[in-house]
């Protein structure tokens, strides 16, 4: 297992990006105490979402935005609610967190 972080890293309601082993980009957010991770591709034109470093999420924090058009996703399912790719998702990466407060990938 590779280890990305400790969940203090990842504040309620925050996003933080991370490079996987084979050079993914992908980001983790945390909401209702709960971690999901996607990888950092938007579903419209193959593009990485943020603009400013870890800005993952819209301005009430409540949803996961691309930067580019707007488009905006759940937190919990990364489907897209509104945008030009709206019903198309971002792609979830499992994570696990440990009793070690650690987040780890799976190999
Ligand atoms: S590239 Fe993400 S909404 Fe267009």
């Known amino acids: ?10 504040p309620e309601r925050e996003a933080r990006a991370f490079e996987t082993p084979n050079g993914d980009t992908i980001f983790i957010t945390q909401r209702d105490g709960a971690f999901f991770a996607y990888q950092n591709v ?9 603009f400013l470093e870890n800005q ?3 301005r009430d924090q409540e949803y996961i935005e691309c930067s ?4 905006l996703f759940t937190v919990e399912t ?16 499992e994570i696990t967190v440990h009793s070690d407060g650690g987040i780890y990938l799976p190999e």
Request: glycine share 10%.
């Open 78 to 93: 990364g489907e897209c609610i509104s945008g030009p790719c709206l019903g198309q998702s971002l792609e979830k990466v």
């Open 68 to 71: 580019t058009h707007g488009a």
């Open 42 to 50: 938007c579903p419209h034109l193959q593009v990485e979402l943020e």
């Open 56 to 58: 993952f999420l819209d």
């Open 1 to 10: 297992m590779h280890k990305l972080c400790v969940t203090e890293d990842i």
